[in-house]
Structure formats: structure tokens, C-alpha cells
T-cell receptor
Framework: AQTVTQSQPEMSVQEAETVTLSCTYD???????LFWYKQPPSRQMILVIR??????QNATENRFSVNFQKAAKSFSLKISDSQLGDTAMYFC????????????FGQGTRLTINP | GAGVSQSPSNKVTEKGKDVELRCDPI?????LYWYRQSLGQGLEFLIY????????KSGLPSDRFSAERTGGSVSTLTIQRTQQEDSAVYLC????????????FGPGTRLTVT
């Protein structure tokens, strides 16, 4: 079974700062996907960024980038130039490439961006 | 186009009553997923549908929980004889197929059992 661990329950930074959220996972699979989802107070889960395990290049989406270390089973999210609208719960998630496409989530990190 | 919708948005029920939660996936999406988000257990998978069949029901916590999907579209999650530990946010997601990596989530139903 796969497990995902987020060791930072809460983080808080000032607007415009850079923040890094940590995630580690455990799996025996070789091919898989990793995701970061954002959940604002509206409860709607929004996909922020994804990474395919077979790709060595780290994924980037505007101000969001990941540091994917496959051997270490680590998948951190970096948010640059943080904005007030980035305030939300952030979940790291794992999906097997084949088979049941269910997402396995970490416990989440509550991120607060202060003005 | 319209996203995933869920109803009701909030539901308060008395312990022992049955409840039905509804999910309308994005039109054309053949795969549909139910997750539960609770304080104690975090976000956990319940069940998924490919069309009208449910190949993986492994996450349903007890036989009080059941789900169905009709016409390859709307899905209903039913909880019988609700207990206080069933209080949670129930999230639904859909994807184009089960081979699609991206799941689109609805806003969830917050269930409170008193």
C-alpha cells in the first residue's frame, strides 16, 4: 500500500516570500503520478501541479514548482512570490499509473499568507 | 462548462437516520470517485465507478455505506443508520476515464450527525 506523509501541519509566511511545503511518500511502484492540490475555504480541491515519476525534470506551473527526488521519495512544493490568494490547505497526493486510479492523500499543510 | 456539482451542500441529520448524497460529474466523464474528508482520518478514498460499475469499493468503511451510479452520470452515496463518526465532508470527483490522471473535484457535502 502507498502512504503519503506531510510533516508540516501549518505554515505561515509574509506576502511575496517564498515557501516550501514538504511531502514524502512510500511505494513499491516504479511508475506513478504525484500531485499537489489546493483546498481553499470553499472546499473545492484544485489541482496545482503534477509530476510523472518517469520524468526527471521537475514540473513548473508559473509561481509553483516542485522538487522531485525519486530515490528519496520526496516531493516538495515551492511557491514563489506568495500571494494572499495562496492561503489554503495544500495536499500532496499519489496515484498509481495503472490499476485503480484513486488518489492517496497526505494529511495536508495549512498555509497562511500574511499581508 | 459546468464542473462537478454536489448536493446538498450541507446536511445535518440525527443519529440513526439514513442520508443520500448526490454527485453530478462533468458531462462526458466516465470515471467518478467518492472521497471522505474528516478530522481524524484526513482524506480517504471510498469508491470509484467506471461507467455504472464499481470495480473498487475497498474504501467503504462499513456495510452501512453504499453507492450507485445510473446512466453513467449521476451518483448517489447512501449512508444508513448514520453514526456520529460519519460526520465529515464527502467529496466527489470525476475524470474523463480511469486512465486519466486528472480528477476534477466538486465542492463537497458537509455531513453533520447529531
Amino acid at each position: 500500500a502507498q502512504t503519503v506523509t506531510q510533516s508540516q501541519p501549518e505554515m505561515s509566511v509574509q506576502e511575496a516570500e517564498t515557501v516550501t511545503l514538504s511531502c514524502t511518500y512510500d511505494t513499491s511502484e516504479n511508475n506513478y503520478y504525484l500531485f499537489w492540490y489546493k483546498q481553499p475555504p470553499s472546499r473545492q480541491m484544485i489541482l496545482v501541479i503534477r509530476q510523472e515519476a518517469y520524468k526527471q525534470q521537475n514540473a513548473t506551473e508559473n509561481r509553483f514548482s516542485v522538487n522531485f527526488q525519486k530515490a528519496a521519495k520526496s516531493f516538495s512544493l515551492k511557491i514563489s512570490d506568495s500571494q494572499l490568494g495562496d492561503t489554503a490547505m495544500y495536499f500532496c497526493a499519489f496515484m498509481k499509473e495503472r490499476g485503480a486510479q484513486k488518489l492517496v492523500f497526505g494529511q495536508g499543510t495549512r498555509l497562511t499568507i500574511n499581508p | 462548462g459546468a464542473g462537478v456539482s454536489q448536493s446538498p451542500s450541507n446536511k445535518v441529520t440525527e443519529k440513526g437516520k439514513d442520508v443520500e448524497l448526490r454527485c453530478d460529474p462533468i458531462s462526458g466523464h466516465t470515471a467518478l470517485y467518492w472521497y471522505r474528508q474528516s478530522l481524524g482520518q484526513g482524506l480517504e478514498f471510498l469508491i470509484y465507478f467506471q461507467g455504472n460499475s464499481a470495480p473498487d469499493k475497498s474504501g467503504l468503511p462499513s456495510d452501512r455505506f453504499s453507492a450507485e451510479r445510473t446512466g453513467g452520470s449521476v451518483s448517489t452515496l447512501t449512508i444508513q443508520r448514520t453514526q456520529q463518526e460519519d460526520s465529515a465532508v464527502y467529496l466527489c470527483a470525476s475524470s474523463l476515464t480511469t486512465n486519466s490522471y486528472e480528477q476534477y473535484f466538486g465542492p463537497g457535502t458537509r455531513l453533520t450527525v447529531t
